[in-house]
């Protein structure tokens, strides 16, 4: 039986109408979200329809479903009855499914692949940089004869502009342009501004999608808010579908699934939205806007019960991270930043909780500020590795701002021996079934090739006898005896052969030796018999691949299929020759095949990850490094990670220029008043500025987040130099919101020494 918190006693005894909770990091909103929807199912409120649960990640879908399989067990009622948990845009793909005609695609419309977008974004992005040389070199602070003028160029070309492009498309898609609102707004906005670049390149890929019968992610949400508007009967049927809708994470929605939700819940319908405004830290990357649901909370409509009780972290963390918020809304040294936090504080739990907050036998958070961010990663890896070392039983991790320090710290740990993760990264699981059949599939083809074969003997032999793959040297003896065909085929038959080699392989592995080279002819055959993508499904076979390996190596044979059908002609040579291009799009699918596996840290193994994907985790020992000025700035005057250094000032921010003029040239074609970021009405602000702001304010919520994913012991770091991989240097200085967080911790150091001496 579960013991309800305050404001979770409130949030589990709702039945009707529009709710908001806002919930603290640790607050259990998804327990009480589960426990909601079982009781509420349990008692027959939804009746013969259901609760439909809105969230963002493919791994909180696993885990609401198991959440609430195991209050409807426990009730006596089957698992997965009376409820539908979708993420965003799956629930936009089953609203197209009702009505695919409205689309004029059938009702197997095809989403682009991610890779095949990055591919043709990129295209566009050529194009149009070839026909427009001379116009964006204007923007440049660099003269062509200068020092760096080619690795900026370099950087323009390949990273900073497609970027760009990809984040105007999806602001575009926000507000619904199609080609005749693009040619219209292309004639008001100023020629040769980033605004008009991005329209233009914008309309070919519209274009091509279209011709393509393509959707984005983008329209799915789109196209789906557009056919419920119009649709009067499919919108009433979902709403009686739909008895109670539920959104988990509602400070990371926009406008469009607001609306979405709203349609589905309908004028006197039942809407629970949950979220943390504190947490809101998805602007940078989306169209998030935490805005929104800050409304939802005051409106006077919406009943309102926070859950406020956290039993997460220690007293001592609880109490750094309200400091936090604290300084941030009364001594922060940009005012236009105070409200970047909501003054939302975090309660410790009963001490009578079965779940009560851990507890330490001293004061477990520190600062440090290092000379060199070499030093840093350093001190910090060997903090880390000595920790996880003296307390196997504790999680860890040490999160960064940008995944460039992930790599740097990865070095640091292999030269220590210490295991480590990243499940920001495309890690080793991840990967292992692309790669090892990438090897298979090359060697297959040429199966004379002396590399593929060792490689592919080494990565399929058994492994249980040896102590490392050094044991399998023998391998490359043999092949100085006998050339690789008579390896695979021996001429003396089978008997003769296993005699010969007896001198070359050890006698505990001979038997496993043979069995492996019997699996390759046995591969070998197969690849001659069977067209590839049955090949790859032969093979998985054979390698009992189960969970998800077995879904990576199915998406790969379907896509092998599709290569097939467009080119009947082609044999496994052909597709191996298409592996680099294949590869970029099963690696997309093997991440999210990953991420609804969710991500748990484990005991003894070091996390490294950003920031932001520290969302929604939690471990004993968190380490925050790097908290710098120019990673987390405090005035519009710092710098900013999001300018571009190589150019002009004026034009250092292409996405906060052209975002800022597209909504005055809509605002003006509407004949409303200018719009900011967060939709409300304001006066004339310089765009890089706002975005400055907006970009402090972010960053204030993130650094928020991860001292929130501390349980017991927490480390912040920062360095007063740079040092770059090519030699060079740049002065910095720990940021602001550390240099006031190190004052507070010295303080309650004091405070606790004098408590305990």
Not at 381 to 395: Q, S
Not at 573 to 601: H, M, N, Q, T
Request: charged share 30%; glycine share 6%; net charge negative.
């Amino acid at each position: 039986m579960i013991k309800l918190r305050p404001g979770q006693v409130e949030v589990a005894g709702y039945r009707r109408g529009y709710l908001a909770v806002p919930a603290v990091p640790g607050a259990g909103k998804t327990t009480v979200l589960a426990y909601l929807a079982a009781s509420l199912i349990a008692e027959g409120h939804t009746g013969k329809e259901k609760i439909l649960i809105v969230t963002y990640m493919n791994s909180a879908v696993a885990n609401f479903r198991a959440r609430i399989g195991d209050f409807l067990e426990a009730k006596g009622l089957p698992r997965n009855r009376g409820y539908d948990v979708r993420t965003l845009h799956s629930l936009a793909f089953g609203i197209l499914r009702e009505r695919p005609e409205e689309l004029l695609v059938n009702d197997e419309f095809n989403i682009i692949d991610p890779a095949l977008r990055g591919r043709l974004i990129q295209q566009l992005v050529d194009n149009w940089l070839r026909e427009n040389h001379r116009v964006f070199l204007r923007y440049f602070d660099y003269s062509p004869s200068g020092r760096g003028y080619d690795r900026a160029l370099d950087r323009w070309r390949e990273t900073d502009f497609p970027g760009f492009i990809r984040t105007m498309i999806s602001w575009f898609k926000l507000y619904d342009l199609d080609s005749a609102k693009v040619q219209e707004l292309r004639r008001c906005c100023d020629r040769n501004s980033y605004l008009d670049w991005a329209l233009a390149i914008y309309h070919d890929y519209d274009r091509y999608l279209r011709e393509q019968g393509l959707l984005d992610f983008d329209d799915l949400v789109r196209q789906a808010l557009n056919l419920l508007e119009k649709d009067q009967l499919l919108r009433e049927r979902l709403q009686q579908k739909y008895t109670y809708i539920f959104e988990d994470e509602a400070q990371d929605s926009n406008e469009l699934l607001t609306r979405i939700l709203l349609l589905l819940a309908g004028k006197e319908g039942n809407l629970v939205r949950v979220g943390d405004s504190n947490q809101a830290i998805m602007g940078t990357f989306t169209s998030a806007n935490p805005q929104i649901f800050r409304e939802y909370c005051n409106n006077e409509s919406v009943e309102k019960h926070s859950i406020l009780y956290s039993s997460r972290s220690t007293v001592d963390i609880i109490n750094l991270a309200n400091y936090l918020v604290k300084w941030s809304r009364e001594e922060h040294p940009q005012r236009e930043c105070r409200d970047a936090l909501e003054e939302q504080y975090i309660y410790p739990v009963d001490s009578k909780d079965p779940f009560p907050n851990p507890v330490t036998d001293n004061y477990t958070i520190a600062t440090k500020v290092y000379p060199t961010s070499e030093d840093e990663l350093n001190h910090v890896a060997n903090l880390a590795a000595r920790h996880i070392k003296d307390n196997p039983e504790n999680t860890a991790a040490i999160l960064v701002p940008a995944n460039y320090i992930i790599e740097e710290l990865m070095e640091e740990l292999e030269k220590l021996g210490v295991k480590y993760e990243s499940p920001g990264y495309r890690n080793e699981e991840q990967l292992k079934t692309i790669n090892d059949f990438n090897l298979l599939l090359r060697y297959l083809a040429e199966p004379l090739i002396k590399e593929y074969f060792v490689k592919v003997f080494k990565g399929i032999f058994p492994e249980e006898l040896l102590e490392d793959r050094e044991g399998l040297d023998f391998i490359d003896n043999l092949l100085e005896q006998y050339n690789l065909e008579e390896l695979i085929y021996p001429l003396g038959g089978e008997f003769f052969f296993q005699e010969s080699i007896k001198q070359f392989v050890p006698r505990e592995l001979r038997d496993d030796f043979i069995s492996t080279m019997d699996r390759l002819r046995l591969w070998l055959d197969a690849s001659i018999k069977l067209p590839p993508d049955e090949l790859v499904l032969f093979i998985a076979e054979q390698m009992q691949l189960q969970g998800e390996e077995l879904a990576v190596a199915q998406n790969m044979a379907l896509q092998i299929k599709g290569e097939l059908d467009l080119n009947p002609h082609w044999k496994l040579p052909e597709i191996v020759a298409e592996l680099p291009r294949l590869e970029s799009s099963w690696k997309d699918f093997a991440g999210k095949i990953y991420d609804r596996k969710g991500y748990e840290p484990e005991p003894g193994i070091i996390t490294l990850t950003t920031l932001h994907s520290s969302k929604g985790l939690e471990w004993d020992t968190v380490y925050i490094v790097y908290l710098t000025d120019d990673n987390f700035p405090s005035t519009v005057h710092d710098n900013f990670r999001s300018d571009y250094y190589y150019l002009k000032d004026e034009y250092s921010n292409p996405v906060a220029a052209a975002k800022a003029s597209l909504i005055n040239l809509l605002s003006s074609s509407e004949g409303g008043e200018r719009v900011t970021v967060e939709g409300r009405g304001a006066k004339q602000m310089d765009p890089r500025t706002e975005a400055n702001l907006e970009f402090i304010k972010e960053r204030l919520r993130l650094l928020y987040v991860a001292i929130t994913r501390a349980r017991k012991n927490l480390l912040l770091t920062a360095h007063r130099e740079i040092i770059y991989d090519n030699g060079g240097s740049r002065k910095v200085e720990p940021a602001s919101p550390f240099i006031a967080l190190a004052d507070f911790i010295g303080k309650e150091r004091e405070t606790y020494g004098e408590k305990t001496g």
